[in-house]
């Protein structure tokens, strides 16, 4: 027979960063909170090279999207130091800023145009010729026709973020059950708990279900409340820069080769991250040869030097991407159930916002300004009449 509890007044589905981080905000304002998570701490995060990009990411048509990025980049620093003082662990946050180069006549001008978007938005970016660039960053191709320069765009190691989450969420009292659940119990017509893999169940006044790219396909989750959120993938691949090279790069830097995007992401530890492809493959997370291979082919162009050093990881993971490729946010149509997921190529950036609103939701039943515009309902039939 199963064994059911009621003892949570929070429930978060999913235990990546995007969970664990709306688990600590939510048990930061008083409420029990329970994360169910076969392994709390992985998911995506764990591949991502964690560029905090809301300006060098942007894309026309974006700007509630931007709005919300640039409102996360700005808790970042203060929502770094928070945990690393709770938990004496280092997340790897570094303002770095982010340079996003040019390496021919045609991405110039691709580049051109996107600084007078910047401009007409307001944001700070900084136009440099290839030469301004390469005194930035010596290490850049010969080639390189001009950038831009974004100051504020920077950087956190996923890996690390995801560690210290973890453990800010046992420091607030958060129960991690290590298991699956595989059902979405509803009662009277309102989400009220999960069945689990070994066969408890799990009660709670408030559900969030922050499961990445399965989070539509949780059974007894009632059609039509959440779209579809399908997997991205992306493959990286992670070089380590012996002491001996001295600086090798000192920011973020980016570029499109070929029509790929392709960034390059310095830790301070010595550590490279190069990504990332971008695949409709389903839920495959096979690294391949030609992903590889495409990756080093594109960032040697950028940067030559590199085919130096020693290749010391390559790994995939998934985005969540959904229908708009914006987050889903908020109450869903079912009463009870909150959605936290959709973040697709900004889930790290994105993460201390979406812990402050979906919290502030949970806490106080109101939905923040700066939500709205990715309520999960804006996919439903009447949203789009």
Same mark, same amino acid.
């Given at each position: ?192 708990? /999960?069945?689990? %893999?070994?066969?408890? &169940?799990? +009660?709670?006044?408030?559900? @969030?279900? #922050? !499961? =990445?790219?399965?989070?539509? *396909? ?54 490279? /991250?190069?990504? %990332?492809?971008?695949? &409709?493959? +389903?839920?495959?997370?096979? @690294?391949? #040869? !030609? =992903?590889?291979?495409?990756? *080093? ?57 979406? %812990? ?30």
């Amino acid at each position: 027979m199963a064994r059911t509890s009621t003892a949570a007044d929070v429930l978060v589905i999913g235990g990546g960063i995007i969970g664990l981080g709306v688990a600590w905000r939510a048990a930061q304002r008083g409420l029990g909170v329970t994360v169910v998570d076969p392994a709390p701490g992985g998911g995506a995060a764990q591949v991502a090279a964690g560029m905090l990009a809301p300006v060098t990411e942007l894309q026309y048509g974006e700007e509630p999207l931007l709005r919300l990025g640039v409102a996360s980049n700005e808790r970042y620093a203060a929502f770094a130091a928070e945990l690393t003082e709770l938990t004496g662990l280092d997340t790897g946050y570094r303002q770095t800023g982010t340079l996003a180069v040019a390496l021919d006549s045609d991405d110039r001008e691709e580049l051109r145009e996107l600084h007078a978007f910047h401009q007409r938005l307001g944001l700070a970016s900084h136009w440099l010729t290839g030469r301004e660039a390469r005194k930035l960053e010596p290490m850049l191709a010969p080639g390189v026709r001009g950038g831009l320069h974004v100051t504020d765009d920077h950087q956190v190691d996923g890996r690390r973020l995801a560690t210290a989450l973890l453990a800010a969420c046992t420091a607030a009292g958060v129960e991690l059950r290590r298991t699956e659940a595989v059902e979405l119990l509803v009662t009277d017509g309102r989400a009220s708990g /999960v069945r689990l %893999a070994d066969g408890d &169940e799990l +009660g709670a006044g408030q559900l @969030v279900l #922050a !499961g =990445g790219c399965r989070s539509h *396909l949780l059974p007894g989750l009632p059609e039509g409340v959440l779209p579809p959120i399908r997997p991205v993938k992306g493959q990286v691949l992670r070089l380590r820069i012996p002491p001996a090279y001295g600086p090798f790069l000192s920011r973020n830097v980016r570029a499109v080769v070929r029509g790929q995007h392709i960034y390059l992401v310095p830790r301070a530890d010595g550590e490279l /991250v190069i990504g %990332a492809t971008s695949e &409709e493959q +389903g839920f495959d997370t096979t @690294v391949t #040869a !030609g =992903g590889v291979y495409e990756l *080093l082919r594109d960032a040697h162009e950028l940067v030559p030097g590199l085919t130096e050093l020693p290749l010391v990881e390559t790994g995939a993971g998934l985005r969540p991407g959904s229908p708009d490729n914006a987050p889903v946010l908020g109450p869903t149509t079912l009463p009870g159930l909150l959605a936290a997921t959709g973040h697709y190529r900004n889930g790290v950036l994105l993460t201390p916002v979406t %812990a402050d609103l979906i919290a502030e939701q949970l806490a106080t039943g109101r939905t923040p300004d700066l939500a709205l515009p990715f309520s999960p309902d804006r996919f439903s039939p009447k949203a789009a009449a």
